[in-house]
């Protein structure tokens, strides 16, 4: 960083930070947020999906679910050592919320986080039953893949390259998850996957928030995003779309 340069130019002119030290208050609390978001929704995440390992079909796809739910345990325990950096207390933090709790299949609470945790609104409902589950694996898996390419070139880079390392992880999650899909598809199970596609597919694309252009803007000359919530969900709607199209399965 030139000499005569502030941080917050560094930071809207593409600079980058490696470490806690000197970091401006209003960026850490933004880098927080990111990563708070990102560890209580994937502990939340493998919370409610190691409810439905024993219900997996074969043994093979238990194998697979159990799988999913260490993984993202062992994402989330990436970001939250990166947020040990920052102070926060590692040890208390994994097992102080109900990771497991869940509101009614029938509320509906849009974008709202959880008075418990900054888990996205999306890991607040229940999972019902092997297909139910392979759904939101196949559309929630999207979701975090435009998520990832997003906050993979975030100006924080010992987290931009934790989300390097992670983004492959949970796209072979929703690699899976289509296979299986599939599967169920050719077993005459497609009532019931679209039954889930018309459940989860709203509260999956609320995950991607709002279109709130001052904030956007803020976070973007801090150099935590580049595009808008909306143009992540433009392109996630696309690609689900397409992969539901060749499943036999429709979007809303």
């Known amino acids: ?16 930070l490696t470490n806690p030290t000197n970091v401006p208050p209003r960026y850490r609390a933004e880098l927080m947020k990111l990563m708070a978001t990102f560890v209580d929704s994937e502990l939340a995440g493998a919370a409610g999906f190691a409810d439905i390992i024993n219900q997996g079909p074969g043994i093979k796809e238990r194998i697979a679910a159990a799988r999913i739910v260490l993984e993202k345990t062992d994402n989330a325990d990436r970001v939250l050592t990166i947020m040990g950096e920052f102070g926060a207390d590692t040890q208390r933090y994994a097992t102080h919320h109900p990771w497991t709790a869940r509101l009614d299949r029938n509320a509906d609470i849009g974008a709202t986080r959880s008075e418990h945790d900054m888990r996205l609104a999306v890991f607040n409902y229940p999972i019902t039953g092997w297909a139910d589950a392979v759904i939101m694996n196949l559309l929630m898996s999207g979701a975090v893949a435009e998520q990832l390419a997003e906050f993979s070139t975030i100006s924080y880079q010992p987290l931009a390259e934790a989300f390097r390392t992670i983004a492959p992880i949970e796209a072979h999650h929703g690699e899976l998850a ?20 018309d459940y989860w597919w709203p509260r999956v694309a609320a995950s991607f928030g709002s279109s709130r252009t001052e904030k956007h803007e803020a976070l973007r000359k801090l150099g935590l995003r580049r595009l808008t919530g909306p143009e992540l969900k433009s392109r996630w709607q696309a690609n689900a779309t397409a992969t539901l199209d060749q499943l036999g399965l429709a979007a809303p």
């Open 178 to 197: 289509v296979e299986e899909a599939a599967k169920l598809a050719e077993e005459g199970e497609t009532a019931q996957l679209q039954a889930s596609v």
């Open 1 to 16: 960083m030139a000499e005569d340069m502030t941080l917050d130019s560094y930071l809207a002119a593409g600079g980058v």
